[in-house]
């Protein structure tokens, strides 16, 4: 991902030359904002979602055994 740095650079860089003065202000600015909207989506790392789904995708194959088992438990019994 890029950094915010750069995000804001181009930005920056997008803008017409008539706020050539005004840029690196801009620049800032554009790094503030992006900084607050990104602090507001709650974002995790990468390492930390990967061993979240890693948990999940254990967790719904024991689930997965496990309903075998109580079917195989529940199933009706041919000596009955």
Not at 27 to 40: G, H, P, T
Not at 46 to 70: P, Q
């Amino acid at each position: 991902m890029r950094s915010l740095e750069d995000m804001a650079a181009r930005l920056a860089n997008a803008l017409p030359p008539q706020v050539g003065p005004m840029r690196e202000e801009l620049k800032a600015n554009f790094k503030a904002v992006l900084q607050s909207q990104l602090a507001e989506l709650d974002l995790v790392p990468r390492e930390e979602f990967e061993a979240t789904r890693d948990s999940l995708v254990h967790a719904r194959a024991r689930l997965g055994e496990l309903e075998a088992r109580l079917d195989a438990l529940e199933a009706p019994k041919e000596n009955d």
